[in-house]
T-cell receptor, first 114, second 116 residues
Framework: AQSVTQPDIHITVSEGASLELRCNYSYGATPYLFWYVQSPGQGLQLLLKYFSGDTLVQGIKGFEAEFKRSQSSFNLRKPSVHWSDAAEYFCAVVRMDSSYKLIFGSGTRLLVRP | GAGVSQSPSNKVTEKGKDVELRCDPISGHTALYWYRQSLGQGLEFLIYFQGNSAPDKSGLPSDRFSAERTGGSVSTLTIQRTQQEDSAVYLC??????????????FGDGTRLSIL
């Protein structure tokens, strides 16, 4: 069965520092992968997506992610974090059945130190 | 343009009461999903609509939960005889059809349901 693991429950970084959030997936074929961000009291906002092709994908707000098949990973990165990036981040994979519903990781809460 | 709209944003009700949660998807989006976000369970799929039909209801936790969609647009999630474990944020998402899984889902801000 498809699954997603986000091993870090929370991460704290200083403003201006670089960021990497980890995501590992379980799926035999090429997965469809997404990163979403959720600010308090808000819904989920799509940051970026990977379907095929170039393994480095660019998203909104300066985020990027790299798909590595050999490591079953899809880690999210940002070179310089801003205080407004503090939020919860979810990695998700599409369940390849008739509904194409999303299977989410448990999320990583990002705290940004001033 | 307008995004996915959910109402109410917050709902507090007593145990045993029925509640209705509403979702207005993005215009033209044929696929609609309901998810539940709770502390213990994370984000879980509840039900999927394509047009007005629901080919996948596999995530509904019990027969107290039901949902419908009319006119290929608005959807209502109904919880009967609410229990405290129903307390969660209920999120609705829509997409331009499934596109073989390639169409991203766009989420509303959710309804925070609290059962007293």
């Amino acid at each position: 069965a498809q699954s997603v693991t986000q091993p870090d429950i929370h991460i704290t970084v200083s403003e201006g520092a670089s960021l990497e959030l980890r995501c590992n997936y379980s799926y035999g074929a090429t997965p469809y992968l997404f990163w979403y961000v959720q600010s308090p009291g808000q819904g989920l906002q799509l940051l970026l997506k990977y379907f095929s092709g170039d393994t480095l994908v660019q998203g909104i707000k300066g985020f990027e992610a790299e798909f590595k098949r050999s490591q079953s990973s899809f880690n999210l990165r940002k070179p310089s974090v801003h205080w407004s990036d503090a939020a919860e981040y979810f990695c998700a994979v599409v369940r390849m059945d008739s509904s194409y519903k999303l299977i989410f990781g448990s999320g990583t809460r990002l705290l940004v130190r001033p | 343009g307008a995004g996915v709209s959910q109402s109410p944003s917050n709902k507090v009700t007593e145990k045993g009461k029925d509640v209705e949660l509403r979702c207005d998807p993005i215009s033209g989006h044929t696929a609609l999903y309901w998810y539940r976000q709770s502390l213990g369970q994370g984000l879980e799929f509840l039900i999927y609509f394509q047009g007005n039909s629901a080919p996948d209801k596999s995530g509904l936790p019990s027969d107290r939960f039901s949902a419908e969609r009319t006119g290929g647009s608005v959807s209502t999630l109904t919880i009967q005889r609410t229990q405290q474990e129903d307390s969660a944020v209920y999120l609705c998402a829509s997409s331009l059809g499934t596109g073989g899984g390639g169409q991203p889902q766009h989420f509303g801000d959710g309804t925070r349901l609290s059962i007293l």
